[in-house]
């Protein structure tokens, strides 16, 4: 590529210095265009192309100030031009600049330097030429940018606005405000905070942020960071509120169904996937429930399919209502995920019940959806009534990969049609009937409370020394309407798991004082044990309901005893002890019921206020015939007395029993020997009853002892 010919305007009214100039200039290369005065420097202005000029200051006419001064005018700021004056007093100079001259040169002139002045300056002149260039391809560069760019020191102060978007209103106005000014202080410490990442790893820091651009119009920006110095960043901010926008659209298209707007089979993989790896980190289990319509087939047969999608978005609406996670009160909403729905396609559906903490929970839910889909629904002028068969799989019982549950709920869903459909099936049939048992047990007891369908019996406890029947267990007895008569053993696990013990427990005190009291009104005065479970002395207001009791019904507190198992008091804290203490403050006696069956340590046994230990009836119904229950019977017994607790043992059958307990240093004996539990009327006759143990007749339990 040839370089561009530069072309030289030279105007001397002097014919030698004239020649002389033009011979330097072409020496060096440049093309030289003469004129011997001002108004003929103009037309060969007009007429060629000039890339620079020289004009003699002392010229006849128009001297060299005035066609300075008219080029100027014509020409504009870049054109190099060139005073040759002979004065070189300041002022003239000054005068020269003050009209638009660029550079001047003081006769007399150095011919052999000349070309070298000249050359200097046409690279002067060439490189603002390109740095114009450069300016402008940056400016519309600027332009064309999308982004907001200005430059911040290390305080959030805005030094530079390099381009500012009309719509970048947040930004402010100009240099010299603050980020402070327009933004919130959580995102202005975002920019802070990318400055100084920036900075110490010399990279650029990308971020994005929400920020309130009008009244109801939130906008997403995207911000790139780069250094330029120690103390200033460059700020490239980008709105990507349509990238967003397009993106929750494309997730949208790839991840819901378009027509219930509930997520769909890639969807509900992958979230099943990722609820598998949290419950084997946290050890927990969860539950997929495969959903399907019974009979839709026949809506889009005889109705039409916009009948029947209207069915399908209906459907989802009714399945939303049904999963509402505040409903499953047996769970800790404040550590669970919400209970994820999906549409897998045509009028099947499914549901991700994480972190299940009952079975009972996966089967409730199904019980919702069974009510919800069986109302009719409303569909021209006519109602159409669809039910759902529901199978469940759990995770990690029924499978550990994500594939297995969804094919073991699909065979449940099945198994369901086939015992005649709207109904639930779990994958494995022993497991439905168990939580189906459990689930119904749970609604018969909080019924049981309304219908005051629990009584108490009590068992009498026989004292040693007195030979009386001084004290009673209350013990609560269940009569079913449909079942007849269920045992404790069989529901009060259920209570103490779904929170039902604590209004049970306090109706089994109040009722055992209220009958203790008729007692006493009748002229019978006895101590009556009530039963307290661990999640019962758990409660926070255990104290209150106590004392509460007490007050209401006017039996004395030394005549109550509370019976606690030794499970409740293993994990004893200051809150035990102080719960304990303030219990015997009021003179109620506190036994440790069922001792020997749990951790038996001696340690915590020094520190607990209680009164009284009950050795569990396994130990003493082998008294007799097992050396090991006789021995621990004696250690039992060998340890109360040396720490100072009364010990009664439980389960007495025989008078063998009696007697060799006696003998060791019992206080109290309970059980079928001195009778079965009855209720608070047969009490006055069983009290009447007059008992003699006598000595020991038991042969080597005496031995044994010594």
């Not at 009590?458 to 001084?470: G, H, L, V």
């Not at 040396?642 to 060791?664: D, I, P, S, W, Y």
């Amino acid at each position: 590529m040839t370089s561009k010919i530069f072309n030289v305007l030279l105007a001397d009214d002097d014919i030698t210095a004239r020649y002389l100039m033009q011979a330097a200039l072409e020496q060096a290369g440049f093309r030289v265009i003469l004129a011997c005065d001002g108004e003929e420097a103009m037309h060969q202005f007009a007429a060629f192309p000039i890339d620079m000029v020289m004009l003699d200051v002392e010229m006849p006419g128009m001297d060299g100030y005035q066609t300075c001064l008219q080029l100027r005018q014509l020409a504009g700021d870049e054109l190099p031009i060139i005073m040759v004056t002979g004065m070189d007093d300041v002022q003239s100079i000054n005068h020269a600049f003050e009209i638009g001259a660029t550079d001047f040169i003081s006769k007399p002139i150095n011919w052999n330097l000349i070309g070298y002045h000249i050359l200097y300056m046409k690279r002067a002149y060439l490189n603002l030429l390109a740095l114009k260039t450069a300016n402008a391809r940056s400016k519309a560069i600027l332009s064309a940018l999308p982004d907001t760019m200005f430059i911040l020191d290390n305080q959030g102060n805005i030094c530079d606005v390099l381009s500012h978007c009309s719509h970048a209103c947040w930004l402010g106005t100009s240099a010299g405000s603050s980020l402070q000014q327009t933004m919130p202080a959580n995102i202005v410490q975002l920019y802070l905070e990318a400055i100084d990442t920036a900075r110490k790893l010399c990279q650029a820091e990308l971020f994005e942020y929400q920020l309130k651009v009008a009244q109801d119009v939130t906008n997403y920006f995207e911000c790139r960071i780069v250094t330029i110095d120690n103390s200033e960043t460059l700020c490239l901010v980008r709105d990507i509120t349509e990238r967003k926008d397009a993106e929750r659209r494309i997730t949208q298209l790839a991840y819901f169904d378009s027509l219930t707007g509930l997520p769909n089979r890639q969807s509900f993989q992958e979230r099943l996937k990722q609820e598998i790896e949290r419950a084997k980190h946290t050890q927990s289990r969860l539950a997929v429930l495969f959903l399907d319509l019974d009979g839709f087939k026949s809506i889009n047969d005889a109705l039409g399919h916009n009948a029947g999608d209207l069915i399908l978005e209906w459907t989802a609406d009714r399945l939303r209502d049904s999963t509402r996670f505040s409903d499953f009160v047996s769970r800790n909403s404040a550590n669970e995920s919400s209970i994820e729905l999906s549409r897998l396609g045509g009028d099947e559906f499914t549901a991700i019940i994480p972190n299940l903490a009952r079975v009972e929970d996966a089967l409730l839910l199904a019980q919702r959806i069974h009510t919800t889909m069986r109302r009719p629904f409303h569909l021209d002028k006519r109602d159409v009534v669809l039910t759902t068969s529901i199978g469940i799989a759990l995770y990690p019982d029924d499978g550990e990969s994500s594939e297995d549950l969804l094919k073991h709920a699909d065979t449940a869903m099945y198994h369901a049609k086939n015992e005649g459909r709207d109904n639930c099936q779990f994958y494995s049939a022993s497991l439905t009937r168990q939580a189906e048992k459990r689930l119904n047990l749970e609604n018969d007891l909080r019924n049981a409370l309304c219908n005051q369908e629990f009584h108490l019996l009590y068992q009498p406890q026989f004292d040693i020394a007195s030979e009386r029947i001084c004290s009673v267990e209350a013990l609560v007895r269940w009569l079913h309407p449909q079942q007849g008569l269920i045992l404790p053993l069989d529901f009060i696990p259920g209570a103490e798991e779904t929170g039902l013990i604590i209004p049970l427990g306090e109706w089994i005190l109040r009722t055992a004082c209220t009958e203790a009291v008729q007692w006493m009104q009748a002229g019978l005065t006895l101590q009556v044990a009530v039963n307290l479970s661990p999640v019962q002395f758990n409660n926070p207001n255990l104290l209150r309901t106590v004392f509460d009791i007490l007050a209401q019904t006017g039996f004395p507190p030394d005549k109550l005893i509370l019976e606690i198992t030794e499970s409740a008091l293993m994990d004893h804290t200051n809150n035990t002890v102080t719960t304990l203490n303030t219990l015997r403050k009021h003179n109620i006696q506190i036994t440790l019921d069922d001792f020997g069956t749990g951790y038996s340590s001696m340690s915590y046994l020094k520190r607990l206020p209680i009164n009284n230990i009950k050795v569990d009836q396994s130990f003493v119904h082998g008294l007799l015939d097992d050396k090991d229950s006789l021995a621990i019977v004696r250690a039992i017994i060998s340890l109360s007395r040396n720490l100072g607790f009364n010990l009664t043992a439980e389960g007495v059958e025989t008078l063998e029993q009696a007697q060799a307990l006696k003998h060791f240093g019992c206080k109290a004996l309970q059980g079928y020997y001195f009778g079965k539990p009855v209720r608070m009327e047969e009490m006055f006759a069983l009290t009447e009853k007059q008992w003699s143990i006598g000595k020991c007749q038991a042969p080597g339990v005496h031995s044994e002892y010594n």
